[in-house]
């Protein structure tokens, strides 16, 4: 019979009798509150794409308690003018991947806001499929979502940034979410981490060019999320160091520390918020 409390329940989860484990029920500590980060922020015009759930739902909302004026990118209609309607958001549906739409889109939030203060590209899909199976137009598409917006959005951005009269004084910001699986792989994830290894690179390229525009460019490398809140097993939350799968909150919290004002000082870093799962060394059982 074992006595440590984890043991117990990787003994229960063998014997069948861990159903469900939820993030929320982790050992050893009080449980999780869903946290904001706390700092003194100057309302900022924000931009995140993918704003609609997840990962960038959570970072609308952080910029939003932060008093910033937050507008969304997104493809789903639905989630989109719930925001708007509830929360306060610009919302404009669009496909990320139809360049036009992005444009046409990019250009009326200018028009509504005169500038963009700080853009979080965040939309992004996992597809996965064995390359024999996935075709090329599988793996274009994977690209033209996940890693051709964040190009496009800092170059219409810089072309906007070279029309003004005058600088923006406050700089800017981009924050791009890549992957943890750009530094990592399993089998069957060519299309996904080869779009996220083009973010990786794309950071420290748009750092140089957006540098004149008083802009840093920053990526987040996130690990397990859990977005869908999903029930979690035992090993699920022992596979980490931190013994906890992440929430969306914890990549909010950084994106709003990446866009702090005084952290201009950080610019073409890439941050992996994983628990720590990929700098675990695993060894054949
Ligand atoms: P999610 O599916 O919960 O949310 C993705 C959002 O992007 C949705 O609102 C969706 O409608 C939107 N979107 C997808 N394709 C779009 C398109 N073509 N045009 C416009 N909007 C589009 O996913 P998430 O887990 O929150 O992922 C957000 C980002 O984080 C992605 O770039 C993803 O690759 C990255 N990421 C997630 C995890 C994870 O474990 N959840 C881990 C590493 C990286």
Sequence with gaps: MADNYLERRMEDMRNGRL??????????????????????????????????????????????????????????????????????????????????????????????????DIIISNAGVGDFKPITECSIEDFKRVLDINLTPAFILAKLWATHRSSLPLPNPFGGRMVIVSSTR????????????????????LTHALMMSLSEYGITVNSISPGWINVAEEPLRAEDLLHHPSRRVGEPEDIARVALFLAAPDNNFINGADIVVDGGATRRMIYPE
């Excluded at 750009?182 to 690179?201: R, V």
Aim: hydrophobic share 40%; proline share 4%; aromatic share 8%.
């Design 19 to 116: 159903q469900n484990y939820k993030t929320s029920n982790r050992p050893g500590s009080a449980p999780m509150k869903k946290g904001y980060l706390h700092i003194p922020f100057p309302p900022r015009r924000v931009l995140v794409t993918g704003g609609a759930h997840g990962i960038g739902l959570a970072i609308a909302r952080a910029f939003l308690k932060a008093d910033c004026k937050v507008a969304v990118f997104d493809r789903d209609m639905e989630a989109g003018e719930k925001l708007a309607n509830e929360e306060g958001v610009r919302f404009y549906q669009v496909d990320v991947s139809d360049s036009e739409a992005l444009q046409s889109a990019f250009d009326n939030l200018i028009k509504a806001w005169l500038d963009i």
């Design 182 to 201: 750009h530094l990592q792989s399993e089998i069957s994830t060519e299309a996904y981490t080869a779009s996220k290894g083009g973010l990786s690179s």
